[in-house]
């Protein structure tokens, strides 16, 4: 069970936590992230607030100030060294009924999982899902609460031996995988769909593109087709928590851990 | 306040009531449905019967039986006579991650707000809304906790005067109000939108289709253009807490109240 922290409360998992009337519960209305503790540290932790700030704002909801949410987080992670933490802001509590309540007090939920995902040490293995992204500008980057799409994707399958699935958006441009980025190298050019209409995006995506750029590498943001992925020279996937993941094997298309995706790893190790 | 049931207990309203780890906080992974409690009785129970089992099953979650589902509801409204009656179905409690859990228990929470909203007695204004619904054939119909589109087309205004507004889904085409649906008269056929790509399908929508071929009306369920509306001889807007209600203004375009919605408004009357 992990560490449960609500509006600056520690919670027992054992006991209820949310109100009945919570906008989270009746509409998926918030906003998330899902953050890695390494050594006590969490991993671009502005990169973190600054996306969050954006999606609050994108919503209207008002958002936490960060010393209020710096403050919750030591304490959930008080004595902690590694994890993955996940923090929901939502719009808090209201009447019935779509229309935002005037000075409603967002909600803030802390879970701090001890236990770290799998990572992997090699590459993946991921295969295309059939759930399609419904295209939508207003909320595309951003990462709201509103994710039958990812699940409904994700119920796809179940062969632990798939880590990932990828996505098309309703118009079939390549979008991203269920919970991470994705990246194609073509023709020696990094490419990365440019998620104007689905999508979220990622903290690890834009760290990834960081570097990338401190490399001295080309990088292009585009729509990409679901064609182009046959023909990648090398392909990954990014997520905050499990980092950089060179795909290796997509149905019946296999590729190695190529030099571009090699180059980004180390740098991604040995940055701060 | 609510009188709210949780998975079979009456709950205060001051007590947290769900679980820090409920999907539907954290995705808007749920259904729910909005009834019209009318002299201890409630409307078209079985027509909303029948959408949370297709909208479960559309989702893969475990529906409850309608026997629970009539209990809790006998218990919820016992010595009450008229009201709003909310039911969430969620799919429950689960560990991190989109996956949907095997064997969750679905959430059930009902609230039972016994004022009713200001009920029309002649027309209402509307106006239009500039947030886009997304189009996605996965979750069109169903009446799913994925609201941000809503919530944001509802922020858009304030004035009381205007009841409701239109939304059109990213490719222009009518969809449907916030919450409602929209019925257009042109050339004497009664017109709604088919609703393929988004929107939902509302049980008083669908008791007006059957009110309209017992009266012997024409009706065509197709897609619907935005331009139409200006030149329609007769709308009104459904919902099954307000029923029908009559469109007499929209921006710079008036409309009284014509025969085909009076007679549907007298059939609704007199059904039982």
Known sequence: MPITLFNGQLISSDHATLYADDRGFHYGDGIFETMRLVGGCVRFLEDHWQRLILGCARLGIAAP???VLNGELTQLIKGQEDGVIKLVVSR???ERGYRPPVGSQPSRLWQLHTSLPQLVTYGIQI???STRLARNEQLAG???CNRL???LAQAE???PAIAEGLMLDTDGELVCATMSNVF???DQVIVTPDLRYAGVEGVMRKNVLRLADQL????ELRAVRAEEVASAEEMFLTNAVRGIQPVIKLDQESWSVGSMTQQLIMALNHSS
């Open 216 to 219: 001295g590498l080309s990088v």
């Open 157 to 159: 399958w179940s062969d």
């Open 149 to 151: 799409e990812q699940i």
């Open 65 to 67: 100030s960060i010393d």
């Open 127 to 129: 295969r295309w899902c």
């Open 142 to 144: 951003i990462k709201h």
């Open 92 to 94: 808090g509590r209201s």
């Open 184 to 186: 194609l190298v073509l």
